[in-house]
């Protein structure tokens, strides 16, 4: 039976747009961290901004009145899809899961806004339709002729590994011959208000998206393959719905924690205890701030890089110690409110 | 060998009422649910009516405190508990690992449009964020998680008006690839002033009714709700002595990538959402289509073209209807309610009517149900579309059926 694989990868994030920039970063421990600059703000709270998504000048033309979250959507799907080094099949061959947390916020609150200042009947259908959540979905869509499914997962910051759980099954099932998972969030001036009241601190905006296929004699590109993926929902006990989705990616893997060569994930390691201590823990969040669903697409992506290219960054590494040969990653995620998701992905 | 999937239990809020009976007296008897707007001020828009679900009101909850929730955590509650006591599974349910597969386009946006208020009126350090704290679109989800107490996993579709059916057919697929052995699925929304807006800004709701397929139709009315269904598979559901209400043969789901708005007028890519579902169940005859029928100009001449390219001549004799004249469009619970309906269509042997319906549209030519009427149904076809260019079909058969 062919294995799932990665096949390519697109990253629109505040270090850098595509892999080389990306790549460069990281090896440099540069931090997207700053002040916000898009908007005006009091707060003093860093963040990690996109300032151009690097789309190309045709798309960027016709997309140029969609909002941002699209626009780091397409940027990053268009990326993913070259990378792939392959005609892209398209049509009904295709499907595309985006996991995302809040959509089109600058839309949405320029809609409402609208709305409360009486102004009802100057309303933009354009800020109505493009806030709608699979307005990004929709728009990558129609950019690049997916007929297959297009969905649009809504939740927190596990939900882009759902996207890539129901991209791994519908390109498993053989109902699509490829499928693209991609996770995409933008920053807006309320949103970022309303987080940094929260306490939260370093928050940000970005996309990213992985091709997914079977792998076969054609294939020329292959960074990793996706061995298990699991996802777990516990409100009352959010350290067993992780622990569960983790043993039971790692049932579905054939695999123990022994044989997971660095963790990715947001999440404190104190909550990674069944691993051993020399097991290394990564993430990005210090370089390029928290983007919600975003930054476990990311960890997949870095993962991608580092199984192809045998080694992790050490500006990631927040515990635990490099270790000489890659053959397992496990991403994982886990929410406050008790959703846990995990992912191994494995040297090819 | 996929496993084969049937329903348990339904749950269902609609304007015409809490609960199936109720909504399936008036909507068999072609009685209309949408009233003047009463939750928000109408004056400035054209349409000014809306299905909204009035006999609903927020119960005391046993493990949450029903006044910090959304209105939509409580349509979604309130209508999976009507499904799960339906199914016999209100005690046993938390030692069913389940996935919680869930459609809808607003989430908790009532509680988003209070913050944005409160962020006018007090500014934006100091709008109050707890009334944030049931905006996010799964934020429902987890709710439900807690209140009744469930384990296993859920998957928040948010598709616009497909992604009931997109949850519904999520579910089906899980089970019968053996990933789960039940399911609760289905769709919610409320009815917002920011949808409201929002539809009435695109110029597709209607200033007078709601007429599917009819020549003179000039757009939608809005509704509000939830629909949730209970499914199982069969052997599971057997084994606790279930009834089985209906059973879930196919699914089929597609894109436009055509326009964010418009659907593709040549049904082309709708049609692949109906070919699939047909034959995913291994295309038997339809004897009733529950149509997406919003009433708008294009979503109707793009359905019409749909099914009678992936029925063919057949087509035209096949009864076709669209509630949404009755009790409005629920947007990411339109799907599910509709899926419901069509259940109940085949339970009671009636199809239900397309309401306003006056005067043919050569382009629509379709056979609208007029009335409500007797008619042998054992299987159904339903179908949703949404913004985004979503097409999504399913197709339901009496319990009875074999194969």
Redesign the interface.
């Known amino acids: 039976m062919s294995r799932l694989t990665i096949t390519g990868i697109g990253s629109v994030t505040p270090i850098g747009i595509g892999k080389e920039e990306l790549r460069q970063s990281l090896d440099e421990g540069a931090s997207g961290l700053a002040r916000i600059r898009k908007f005006p703000s009091p707060l003093k709270t860093p963040s990690g901004e996109i300032r151009d998504p690097g789309l190309d000048k045709n798309m960027a033309a016709r997309f140029r009145r969609v909002a941002a979250v699209s626009k780091y959507a397409l940027s990053a799907v268009d990326m993913a899809i070259k990378d792939r080094g392959l005609p892209f099949p398209g049509g009904?061959e295709t499907a595309l899961v985006m996991g995302l947390?809040?959509g089109a916020l600058t839309y949405?609150?320029a809609?409402?806004?609208s709305?409360?200042r009486e102004e009802?009947?100057s309303?933009?259908?354009l800020f109505?339709?493009?806030?709608?959540?699979?307005?990004p979905?929709?728009?990558v869509?129609?950019c690049?002729?997916?007929?297959?499914?297009?969905?649009?997962?809504?939740?927190?910051p596990a939900?882009s590994l759902?996207a890539l759980m129901?991209s791994m099954?519908m390109a498993n099932?053989g109902e699509v011959a490829g499928a693209i998972a991609v996770s995409s969030e933008e920053l807006n001036?309320?949103s970022f208000?309303?987080y940094s009241?929260?306490g939260m601190t370093a928050i940000s905006e970005g996309a990213g998206a992985v091709f997914i296929e079977k792998d076969g004699p054609e294939t020329t590109s292959r960074y990793c393959y996706l061995s298990g993926a699991a996802?777990?929902?516990?409100?009352?006990d959010p350290a067993e719905a992780l622990q569960g989705a983790i043993q039971q990616s790692l049932d579905e893997a054939g695999l123990t924690t022994r044989d997971i060569d660095a963790v990715m994930t947001d999440t404190l390691p104190q909550a990674l205890t069944r691993f051993s201590n020399a097991t290394p823990i990564v993430t990005l969040a210090h370089l390029t701030g928290s983007a919600f669903s975003v930054n476990a697409m990311w960890h997949i992506i870095l993962a991608s890089m580092s199984l192809q290219g045998g080694a992790l960054p050490l500006s990631v590494i927040v515990a635990g110690r490099q270790t000489g040969d890659l053959r397992h990653i496990m991403v994982c995620a886990s929410e406050s409110?008790?959703?846990g998701a995990a992912v191994v992905l494995s040297k090819t | 060998m996929n496993k084969r999937v049937v329903v348990t239990g339904m749950g269902i809020i609609t304007s015409h009422g809490v609960g199936k009976e109720a909504n399936w007296e008036k909507i068999s008897a072609g009685k209309s649910g949408i009233r003047e707007i009463v939750s928000f001020d109408t004056s400035g828009y054209r349409c000014r009516t809306g299905g909204e679900a009035t006999d609903f009101a927020a119960a005391p909850l046993r493990n949450l405190d029903s006044r910090r929730l959304d209105r939509a955590s409580h349509l979604l509650i309130h209508a999976a508990g009507e499904a799960l006591a339906e199914a016999g599974l209100t005690s046993d349910i938390k030692n069913i690992p389940l996935l919680l597969s869930l459609g809808t386009t607003l989430g908790g946006m009532l509680s988003g449009e209070a913050f944005h208020r409160d962020v006018v009126e007090r500014g934006i350090q100091r709008a109050r964020l707890s009334l944030l704290s049931d905006y996010l679109a799964h934020a429902q989800a987890i709710n439900l998680f807690r209140e009744m107490k469930l384990k296993g996993d859920f998957l928040i579709f948010s598709n616009a008006c497909a992604s009931g059916t997109n949850a519904i057919g999520h579910a089906f697929n899980s089970i019968r690839q053996g990933k789960y052995n039940a399911a609760i699925c289905g769709g919610y929304d409320t009815m917002s002033e920011f949808t409201f807006a929002g539809f009435s800004s695109l110029m597709a709701m209607t200033g007078t009714l709601c007429r599917p397929f009819d020549k003179d139709r000039d757009g939608l009315v809005l509704g509000e709700g939830a629909g949730i269904l209970v499914l199982e598979e069969l052997e599971h559901a057997g084994r606790r002595s279930a009834r089985i209400l209906g059973e879930l043969s196919g699914y089929g789901e597609s894109t436009d990538a055509h326009h964010m708005t418009s659907p593709d007028l040549s049904g082309l890519s709708a049609a692949a959402a109906l070919t699939k579902a047909l034959r995913d169940a291994s295309n038997p005859a339809i004897d009733y289509i529950n149509a997406h029928g919003t009433g708008t100009k294009y979503n109707d001449d793009m359905e019409t073209m749909a099914i009678l390219i992936a029925l063919g001549e057949k087509a035209i004799e096949i009864p076709v209807s669209s509630i949404k004249p009755m009790i409005g469009h629920l947007l990411g619970g339109a799907g599910a309610v509709e899926a419901i309906i069509s259940l109940l269509s085949i339970i009671h042997k009636t199809l239900p009517p397309s309401l306003n319906y006056v005067t043919p549209d050569p382009k629509c030519s379709l056979n609208i149900v007029l009335r409500p009427r007797a008619s042998e149904i054992r299987t159904v076809l339903s179908n949703s579309f949404g913004f985004g260019g979503s097409n999504a079909s399913l197709i339901i058969k009496e319990a009875s059926c074999q194969g």
């Open positions: 009904n947390t809040h949405t609150e809609f409402h806004g709305l409360l009802r009947g309303a933009s259908p109505f339709s493009d806030s709608v959540l699979n307005a979905a929709g728009n869509s129609i690049y002729g997916i007929r297959g499914p297009v969905h649009t997962l809504v939740g927190g939900t759902k129901l099954r099932s001036e309320l208000s309303c009241r929260l996802s777990r929902c516990c409100p009352s409110d008790g959703v």
